[in-house]
């Protein structure tokens, strides 16, 4: 269990494919390393999942093993090596100190999270992660033999089991195996209450993390490629009372996402002075 520091957290909560990086992480090296086109080989992943009622995520990460056989090793290795290969958006690789630094200079801790249906083995071997830019990576993963091949799904995350992620980020209770989630907290000792935390996101499968994190008093941002420039799932997720607000997935200093969650980190130290005295004000009532 994280302690709950004197300093406010703010927790910054990430999905990963077309949120920090333009596509499928899996669709930057790997797809193609099997002899599959992308639209083929998650065209392949659907019609399986259909056909024997199974989770999509679970039937990507069988195809994966199961055409890796006989082409390549697959191992975590391997594919920490795809991972340092996934490109990613502007300005990304810098984002996190600066961003970082600016809550430092407020008072308030910042801490970054990725809550993702990709792989933690691939996350895992991007330059950030190596870095240690994320205080905590959830994703779905797989378990390994003795020799160590991948065998089978240790984790997977799929877009409704991502909230209870949020709910061990708002107790401090990080390790997936610790059912402390469950137990209750006072909102006073709660280490990052919702309302201190922003969810960036993309698509549908974030919308029950931004719904979640929006409905309790935090900030749900909807990002799109700045390349295309294609808003239509922004605007949908917008007027759908999904996210608050929206902005291209440019990391740069400066550019309209910067602004806007340092906009969050300002807002976030001016409430929390006026919270700690009504806190200190109800203590002393008892």
Same mark, same amino acid.
Request: charged share 30%; hydrophobic share 35%; proline share 3%.
């Given at each position: 269990?994280?302690?709950?520091?004197?300093? %406010?957290?703010?927790?910054?909560?990430?999905?990963?494919?077309? %949120?920090?990086?333009?596509?499928?992480?899996? /669709?930057?090296?790997?797809?193609?390393?099997?002899?599959?086109?992308?639209?083929?080989? &998650?065209?392949?992943?659907?019609?399986?999942? /259909?056909?024997?009622?199974?989770?999509? =995520? #679970?039937?990507?990460?069988? *195809?994966?093993?199961?055409?890796?056989?006989?082409?390549? @090793?697959? =191992?975590?290795?391997?594919?920490?090596?795809?991972?340092?290969?996934?490109? #990613?958006?502007?300005?990304? $690789?810098? &984002?996190?100190?600066?961003?970082?630094?600016?809550?430092?200079?407020?008072?308030?801790?910042?801490?970054?999270?990725?809550?993702?249906?990709?792989?933690?083995?691939?996350?895992?071997? %991007?330059?950030? $992660?190596?870095?240690? $830019?994320?205080?905590?990576?959830?994703?779905?993963?797989?378990?390994?033999?003795?020799?160590?091949?991948?065998? &089978?799904?240790?984790?997977?995350?799929?877009?409704?089991?991502?909230?209870?992620?949020?709910?061990?980020?708002?107790?401090?209770?990080?390790?997936?195996?610790?059912?402390?989630?469950?137990?209750?907290? $006072?909102?006073? =000792?709660?280490?990052?209450?919702?309302?201190?935390?922003?969810? !960036?996101?993309?698509?549908?499968?974030? !919308?029950?993390?931004?719904? #979640?994190?929006?409905?309790?008093?935090?900030?749900? @941002?909807?990002?799109?490629?700045? +390349?295309?420039?294609?808003?239509?799932? *922004?605007?949908?997720?917008?007027?759908?009372?999904?996210?608050?607000?929206? /902005?291209?997935?440019?990391?740069?200093?400066? %550019?309209?996402?910067?602004? #806007? *969650?340092?906009?969050?980190?300002?807002?976030? /130290?001016?409430?929390?002075?006026?919270?700690?005295?009504?806190?200190?004000?109800?203590? +002393?009532?008892?």
């Amino acid at each position: 269990m994280e302690y709950k520091p004197k300093e %406010t957290v703010l927790a910054i909560c990430y999905d990963f494919d077309k %949120t920090l990086s333009p596509t499928d992480m899996q /669709a930057q090296g790997y797809i193609q390393s099997v002899g599959y086109d992308i639209k083929e080989f &998650w065209d392949k992943t659907n019609v399986l999942a /259909a056909a024997n009622d199974m989770d999509g =995520n #679970l039937a990507y990460m069988y *195809v994966m093993m199961d055409e890796a056989r006989g082409k390549l @090793i697959f =191992n975590r290795k391997s594919l920490e090596d795809y991972g340092s290969k996934v490109k #990613l958006f502007p300005g990304v $690789a810098e &984002w996190f100190d600066r961003i970082n630094a600016y809550g430092r200079e407020r008072g308030i801790i910042v801490e970054h999270y990725i809550i993702s249906s990709g792989l933690k083995e691939m996350i895992d071997g %991007t330059e950030i $992660a190596k870095k240690g $830019a994320f205080k905590k990576i959830y994703a779905s993963s797989f378990f390994y033999d003795e020799k160590g091949v991948a065998v &089978w799904p240790a984790q997977v995350i799929n877009y409704t089991n991502k909230t209870q992620f949020l709910f061990r980020i708002e107790k401090g209770v990080l390790d997936i195996n610790d059912d402390g989630v469950n137990e209750y907290y $006072a909102p006073e =000792n709660l280490r990052v209450p919702f309302r201190n935390m922003v969810y !960036i996101g993309d698509s549908d499968t974030d !919308i029950p993390c931004m719904k #979640l994190v929006n409905v309790n008093g935090g900030h749900s @941002i909807g990002v799109y490629d700045p +390349e295309t420039g294609k808003k239509d799932r *922004v605007h949908k997720m917008l007027r759908d009372n999904r996210i608050r607000y929206f /902005a291209p997935a440019d990391y740069r200093e400066g %550019t309209e996402l910067d602004n #806007l *969650v340092k906009a969050v980190i300002d807002k976030t /130290a001016a409430y929390e002075k006026l919270e700690t005295k009504h806190i200190s004000d109800v203590y +002393e009532t008892r």
